[in-house]
């Protein structure tokens, strides 16, 4: 189906260990986007990609890392998980084309809770 | 960052109308959104308005931007049971390639 993916949908994991969460779009999205979503702070930027191979920091970046090989996908992964990266992350794509309004569209999100 | 601010809850009777209020920060801003996040989901634009606007209309939706005190309100008339989710109002300053995310406004609907 056509869309934006996200997987898993839930993860529980422990201190310490690697996570992977996996986007794929499949609309050929230039833009593709990383956000976290924790309660009295709404959506805050993990990292963004405007194309394969580029990726450029947000507002909260430390202890993630995301790659960007292929257009359709934008893995995030968490290299060290720590409790404060329990959150539910949300990827989006966006196609920036010139008069475009920007608008975002978002996976359903992945729920990680980090023992 | 640019700080967006909602207030974190609100709570109307079916019937009635709901106003969720946000102000922002860049007055550079070209677009500013409001999205619905459905209990499980992912957001969904519900509407924007471009910032030469005051006020757009879209069936139910009111959305009033008051450029001068940075503040965009979206309006529910007749709020219903199905209306009840997490708003976020988000803008996007000139030149960003990002949109930046109030905290977000719940919103219960009493029958």
């Known amino acids: 189906d056509a869309g934006i993916t996200q997987s898993p949908r839930y993860k529980i994991t422990e201190t310490g260990r690697q996570v992977t969460l996996m986007c794929h779009q499949t609309w050929s999205h230039s833009y593709m986007f990383w956000y976290r979503q924790d309660l009295g702070h709404g959506l805050r930027l993990i990292y963004y990609s405007a194309a394969a191979d580029i990726t450029d920091k947000g507002e909260v970046p430390d202890g993630y890392v995301v790659s960007r090989s292929k257009t359709e996908n934008f893995p995030l992964t968490l290299e060290s998980a720590t409790r404060s990266q329990t959150s539910v992350y949300f990827c989006?794509?966006?196609?920036?084309?010139?008069?475009?309004?920007?608008?975002?569209?978002f996976g359903e999100g992945s729920r990680l809770t980090v023992l | 960052g640019e700080d967006v601010e909602q207030s974190l809850f609100l709570s109307v009777r079916e019937g009635d109308s709901s106003v969720i209020n946000c102000t922002y920060t860049d007055s550079s801003s070209t677009y500013l959104y409001w999205y619905k996040q459905e209990p499980g989901a992912g957001l969904q634009l519900l509407t924007y308005?471009?910032?030469?606007?005051d006020m757009k209309q879209d069936q139910r939706l009111t959305v009033l931007l008051n450029k001068k005190d940075k503040h965009l309100s979206l309006r529910i008339a007749d709020t219903q049971t199905g209306d009840s989710a997490i708003y976020f109002c988000?803008?996007?300053?000139?030149?960003?390639?990002?949109?930046?995310f109030g905290t977000g406004t719940r919103l219960t609907v009493i029958p």
């Open positions: 308005i471009f910032s030469n606007m």
């Open positions: 988000a803008e996007r300053p000139s030149g960003a390639n990002n949109l930046f």
């Open positions: 989006a794509s966006s196609d920036r084309g010139q008069g475009d309004t920007g608008e975002l569209f």
